[in-house]
């Protein structure tokens, strides 16, 4: 509804225009501490550049392989406990990639816990083999929920009709499915490719040399400009990544009948094996691993306030993040430029954790008031999940019909009065996951964290990494068990169906 | 009162809505009609004052809107009835129907005599459309406005509803003596419905007029053939009597028309029955039940179509025999 004059602009614009350009602080940081660094590219980059992108193409293939199958299968199959396994399938997604890595580095090779429980001599997992392994096992779910969105928006009579013409199952599902869902699967892998190419703690885990971990190694022997210049390399492929993103368009078919195929006994015991090592890998492992330390070695070391700490910056960065959603929210509601701003702080989402750890630090020396602050740690956790909490607010905003304001505002309420009663009510859900997602994320974010966070201010996820650096991985259990109990929450609120901004940080 | 004078809508630089004129009665029903895209719904916002207006002025009792100076929509005491019901879905009936009411009476009356006692405390999501619709309109009266606006409000819902419902709600707004617009694309419905009916076309009023003088005196052809099914014959126009070749008939000049003119046939104007030397062709039957819809070319080759009571039979082919029984005058437009 416009009740202005069409050339004003709407109210929440200069608002959201300030936040959008909030955004690229940190690029405008890492470019200004780039210049002094004379190594723009040596021997060892090039190294670092092939790793990063090897891991990342072995990652999207096999993401791709094991997410387009289970798509398929829990889009079209008719099985018992049909909405359980997808729960189960898509639950790696909400564990923190440094989690698996961590319990599968501690699991695997010589002295691992698997030969100590066992006896069964195993091969180590690290290096690019390994980071390829953790990170495939905990970002294929991308690949998976958006290629099986895609395959559920089909009309199966095409199938029908494919199968009538005397082609089987097999061949109608690959000549006249798949094709359809192609740009599902590339929207999949691009997330993948972005996941990838950001993730800090399982190559640093692997000691395998990308981008993230060599950041962070710079940063710790005082290189900040070196880290600068390595963060502005990342940042590039991260951009390349989300152009093509950004092309990626979704086909519109009309929605039609839905497909259901039922299985042999046979089929379903195949089936079976394909689920069966993805899920103990994904999740069996890591629970047993930290439920093996937590019996052997119970809660010593650890510390409440951990805890407490992880909570009390999550929930700040949860709270300033909703708030400044709201705006965001209501401009790209509002018009195109609107819309443009929003996909600009879509940008933050792209930007890596130790990118922003980077070149927020470095905001820190610069301005003495904010260094070894809560604040500035709370500004990076809001600058990097604001998409989420603006996806969540826009969403719940946008199904809201205009005829309701409409009506209030004929039954003789003033605008405020309709925004009160109707509109904030009706919105307050999407407010609230919105903060939730911000929460559960921040809770999980490590190297952001690991730079930004003040002397002596230790959070679950810092604890757990100095817990792998020290060696003491036994202690590791009850911040470990902590953060799969958040990523479980996080799962709940994802697939309670009220936001989706996960999937669709692109805004498409 | 209601007075709009002059009234023009743009959207960009498109006029939707043309120097529309308009008083409406103290408790008159006025049906807008017209096909998709004519401006109907548009008219009903700027009444509301939901969007802008470019010309002209609005005005009801107390106050008057401008281009210059829009009275926002919450001031103007009108009642809106939406396509889509536009219920608060997190509010009950009772809490939707008593938005902004203090004292509850009202909206037990309403609620009562819609039956919708039964329903108070439940939520618009458990509701039919129908019962929808009832809450909406109860909603809207409780408020006690000065006129209602209705914006297709039986779209949404199925044949045989909307039938009674659309009785049902004139009923109401005539025990409520609220003077009321009503846009819808039904011809039939606003035939039946309105105290006067108003036909538009491009963004302009063709004819506001009684629904009889409208369906029998059209201002024009495209009124003629959007309110019912309409066949022109050529005839000669003399002292309002049009000589046809299927006979005299009383005529009545459209906007000055005279000398050579096509007189509107509408399908119960003739008579047919199968005879080997008649004056016309069956091109096609329709088989409708109670009765049957004839297309027929008679000798000058125009085609017209009558509806013949179901026992008269005649194939595709067969010569039949046409005549104009009507009595009353038919309406004559210039022949173009």
Not at chain 1, 353 to 361: E, F, N, P, R, S
Not at chain 2, 228 to 236: H, I, K, N, R
Not at chain 2, 296 to 309: D, E
Request: charged share 15%; glycine share 8%; aromatic share 8%.
């Amino acid at each position: 509804m416009n009740l202005r004059p069409a050339l004003r602009w709407p109210a929440s614009y200069p608002l959201a225009l300030v936040i959008a350009l909030l955004a690229f602080v940190p690029v405008g940081v890492l470019v200004g501490l780039a210049s002094d660094s004379a190594e723009l590219f040596d021997a060892h980059n090039l190294k670092v550049l092939s790793n990063t992108l090897l891991l990342m193409v072995f990652t999207v293939l096999g993401s791709v392989a094991i997410g387009v199958p289970l798509a398929l299968i829990t889009a079209y199959v008719q099985l018992r406990w049909r909405r359980l396994w997808l729960i189960v399938l898509a639950a790696p997604l909400a564990i923190p990639s440094y989690i698996g890595a961590f319990t599968l580095y501690a699991a695997f090779g010589r002295g691992g816990e698997i030969q100590q429980l066992l006896g069964w001599p195993m091969p180590a997992v690290n290096g690019l083999p390994g980071a390829t392994l953790v990170m495939t096992l905990y970002s294929y779910p991308f690949v998976m929920l958006t290629t099986r969105a895609s395959l559920l928006s089909l009309d199966a009579s095409l199938v029908n009709a494919a199968r009538t013409l005397g082609m089987t199952i097999a061949a109608s599902l690959w000549r006249v499915v798949l094709p359809r869902v192609a740009t599902g699967i590339a929207a999949g892998a691009l997330l993948v490719a972005l996941y990838t190419l950001s993730d800090f703690g399982t190559p640093a885990i692997m000691r395998l040399d990308t981008f993230t971990r060599v950041i962070f190694v710079e940063y710790n022997a005082f290189g900040l400009s070196q880290a600068a210049m390595l963060s502005l390399q990342l940042l590039v492929i991260v951009g390349l990544v989300l152009f093509l993103e950004s092309r990626v368009r979704g086909s519109k078919e009309r929605p039609g009948r839905h497909l259901t195929l039922w299985p042999s006994r046979a089929q379903k015991w195949l089936m079976f094996l394909v689920f069966t090592p993805v899920i103990v890998m994904s999740i069996v492992l890591p629970l047993a691993v930290f439920g093996i330390w937590l019996l052997r070695e119970g809660a010593g070391g650890f510390d409440v306030a951990y805890a407490w700490n992880s909570a009390h910056a999550s929930f700040l960065a949860a709270l300033v993040a909703v708030v400044l959603a709201i705006p965001v929210a209501h401009a790209a509601i509002a018009g195109r430029a609107g819309r443009f701003m929003e996909r600009l702080t879509y940008f933050g989402f792209g930007v890596p954790g130790i990118v922003m750890g980077t070149a927020l630090v470095y905001v820190g020396l610069q301005l003495p008031f904010l260094y070894q602050t809560l604040a500035l740690l709370v500004l990076a956790y809001v600058l990097r999940f604001l998409p989420l909490a603006v996806g969540s607010v826009r969403s719940t905003a946008e199904g809201l019909d205009p005829s309701l304001v409409k009506a209030a505002r004929l039954l003789g309420a003033s605008p405020r009065e309709a925004f009160q009663r109707i509109t904030l009510p009706l919105t307050i859900r999407g407010m609230v996951a919105g903060a939730a997602l911000v929460f559960l994320e921040a809770m999980r974010e490590l190297p952001a964290t690991l730079m930004l966070g003040p002397t002596g201010f230790e959070t679950l996820a810092t604890y757990l990494w100095r817990v792998y650096e020290a060696g003491y991985f036994g202690r590791a259990a009850i911040p470990g068990l902590l953060l799969v109990l958040m990523s479980a929450l996080g799962l709940a609120l994802m697939l309670s169906g009220e936001r989706r901004a996960e999937f669709d940080v692109t805004g498409k | 009162m209601l007075k709009v004078s002059n009234l023009s809508v743009d959207y960009g630089s498109t006029r939707v809505v043309k120097n529309l004129n308009l008083a409406l009665g103290d408790d008159e029903v006025l049906m807008l009609v017209g096909p998709t895209g004519c401006g109907k719904t548009t008219i009903l916002q700027a009444l509301a004052g939901l969007i802008p207006i470019s010309e002209g002025e609005i005005q009801l009792g107390p106050w008057r809107s401008t281009p210059q100076k829009s009275v926002p929509p919450e001031k103007r005491n009108v009642g809106m009835v939406f396509q889509d019901f536009a219920l608060f879905p997190h509010l009950t009936v009772q809490q939707n129907v008593c938005f902004r009411l203090k004292d509850t009476a009202l909206a037990d009356h309403w609620l009562k005599l819609l039956g919708l006692e039964n329903f108070r405390h439940v939520r618009p999501a458990s509701l039919s459309g129908g019962q929808k619709q009832r809450v909406a309109l109860a909603r809207t009266l409780a408020h006690e406005p000065a006129f209602v606006l209705l914006d297709e409000p039986l779209s949404n819902l199925d044949a045989a509803l909307k039938d009674s419902l659309r009785w049902e709600i004139r009923e109401a707004l005539k025990a409520a003596g609220i003077p009321a617009i009503w846009v819808t694309h039904d011809q039939e419905e606003a035939l039946s419905i309105g105290d006067r009916v108003g036909i538009l076309n491009g963004g302009e009023l063709e004819q506001l007029d009684t629904p009889e003088r409208c369906f029998s005196e059209p201002a024009s052809r495209f009124v003629a053939r959007f309110l019912g099914e309409a066949s022109f014959l050529p005839g000669q126009l003399q002292q309002s009597q049009v000589e046809t070749e299927l006979g005299m008939a009383p005529g009545i000049p459209i906007d000055g028309a005279r000398g050579a003119v096509d007189l509107l046939m509408r399908p119960d104007d003739l008579s047919l029955l199968p005879a080997e030397e008649g004056n016309g062709v069956v091109d096609w039957v329709r088989y409708e039940g109670c009765s049957r819809l004839y297309a027929v070319t008679v000798g000058s080759g125009s085609q017209v179509r009558v509806r013949t009571s179901h026992e008269v039979h005649a194939d595709p082919g067969d010569r039949v025999q046409l005549a104009i029984i009507t009595t009353h005058p038919l309406a004559a437009f210039a022949r173009a």
